[in-house]
């Protein structure tokens, strides 16, 4: 059976466990879950979307209890897991303030008929199989169109996050979602693909690792079941221009931002070369400069990793580059301190032979490229096999416009990278999945968009 606990890793100390969901227990909620959701949909619209709003008061009300949480969860510090808590209840107020016109009738050319139009309906009992770096954005922008549309939910947290996965679902209930319509299930992944091939389970989502999404989308296949992959990511950040103490400084904090635990994070940064030395002098110096501590102090700005393992596959990830003759700029080791701490790196001269050229890089570090023009810098951004997103920094916003929109991703910004909002579109190409959560499109993955067409009765003649 999988372990779930509470770890907390600045301290390494398991400060709570908890109880697998036995394959007895997962057939009852499964079973509550279909039974619900037959009167789940039919509820009213504005019912379904009350309840979001209800949530999203809730989260905003608990935002500090939240975030403590998390940092004791997965060493989030507290000021990044307020926001995420902020995040989070932004996205389940837009989708109950958007509900009208996001399940509108989408009204089509009669074509010979009176009316024609599709509609949106639910599928039925979903899976939601969730990471550990953003324990409650990753949760909520699955849960809210969702539940919204009218579907039902099991949802899988990551072994280090049953503690507020557990607490989003008390919120739910708590803000009027029937109780079977959401369920948490401590699951082991036998137990997983025992879900997705249950006749009653009509999709799954998963973000996560690649390994995680192949096996997932594997099982849904064989059972034929729509599925929604959000996998890793290797994100390149082009800076063609522009003040380059301002953008390296974005650079640094949008790279050590939730400790660089984030598929979407700038890890590339591929940089014109009469730019590259003044780009890495200011990104070193301000990722020296990032304070480096205990999660639950105000004052720091980058916490541990999410795990001693986390530390240990960033490590075998530099040391291999070490070896084959990488130049680390700042950091690049563990911190000797208790807990799961690994030093803010910025590495250069990065080449394919090491496996930090090609593998993502999940922790704080960042890789430099010199580049000598713009059709090496997107060649080599377009090398990675991930395609989540990309970004171009420049003040010449034709070329930058022009650039961005030659990149293999799912999500390209100009100035900016990696800007989540709730409706906004999420998600990648390549390696990095496939389908989009979040906006008009997320509320469209687990839909069965119908068609209807009335005609008027045919003629006696006819």
């Known amino acids: 059976m999988a372990s779930y606990r509470l770890e907390n890793p600045a301290t390494g100390e398991v400060e709570q466990t908890f109880d697998p969901t036995t394959d007895e227990q997962l057939q009852e909620i499964i079973a509550g879950a279909h039974e619900a959701y037959a009167t789940w949909r039919r509820e009213p619209l504005e019912t379904r979307a009350a309840v979001l709003a209800r949530a999203a008061d809730t989260f905003e009300e608990r935002a500090d209890e939240m975030a403590a949480l998390i940092a004791r969860e997965m060493g989030k510090p507290l000021a990044q897991g307020v926001g995420e808590v902020q995040l989070s209840a932004s996205i389940l107020r ?10 509108a009738l989408d ?27 953003f ?37 739910l209930r708590e803000s009027g979602l029937p109780g079977a319509a959401y369920r948490t299930v401590l699951i082991d992944r036998d137990q997983i693909q025992d879900v997705i091939a249950d006749d009653r389970v ?72 009469e730019h590259y030395d003044a780009f890495v002098e200011n990104l070193v110096k301000n990722v020296e400069a990032t304070a ?10 980058m916490g541990p990793l999410s795990s001693g393992e986390a530390v240990d596959t960033l490590t075998e990830l530099v040391d291999d580059a070490r070896e084959k003759g990488v130049a680390v700029r700042t950091g690049g080791t563990r911190l000797d301190r208790a807990g799961a701490f690994f030093a803010p790196t910025v590495l250069t001269d990065v080449t394919p ?85 979040l906006g008009a499109y997320g509320i ?19």
């Open 94 to 103: 837009w989708y109950a303030e958007h509900a009208g016109e996001l399940l």
């Open 107 to 133: 009204e089509l050319p009669a074509l010979g008929a009176q009316r024609t139009f599709v509609e949106k309906e639910p599928l039925g009992v979903l899976l939601g199989v969730m990471p550990w770096n």
């Open 135 to 171: 324990p409650y954005y990753q949760l909520v922008r699955f849960i809210a169109p969702n539940l919204l549309l009218g579907n039902t939910m099991l949802l899988k947290p990551a072994g280090i996050c049953a503690a507020s996965a557990t607490l989003v679902e008390d919120i």
């Open 202 to 273: 009509q999709g799954v989502s998963l973000t996560g690792s690649e390994a995680a999404g192949a096996a997932v989308a594997k099982g849904a296949g064989e059972h034929l079941k729509k599925s929604v992959l959000e996998l890793g990511g290797s994100d390149a950040m082009i800076v063609l221009g522009g003040d380059m103490e301002r953008v390296a400084k974005v650079a640094a904090r949008a790279r050590l931002s939730n400790a660089g635990q984030a598929c979407n994070s700038p890890k590339r940064m591929i940089v014109l070369e």
């Open 292 to 301: 480096v501590g205990d999660p639950s102090e105000e004052s720091t700005a």
């Open 353 to 437: 032979e090491m496996r930090a050229f090609a593998e993502e890089l999940f922790g704080p570090v960042a890789v430099v490229h010199k580049v000598k023009d713009v059709d090496e810098a997107v060649e080599l951004a377009n090398s990675s096999s991930f395609g989540l997103s990309g970004s171009v920094w420049t003040d010449d916003l034709d070329l930058a416009e022009a650039t961005v929109r030659r990149l293999d991703v799912g999500m390209a910004y100009v100035n900016e990278h990696g800007t989540t909002l709730a409706g906004l579109p999420f998600g990648g190409v390549k390696r990095s999945g496939f389908g989009r959560e």
């Open 444 to 462: 469209e993955e687990f839909a069965n968009r119908r068609l209807v067409r009335v005609s008027p009765t045919p003629s006696p003649k006819a």
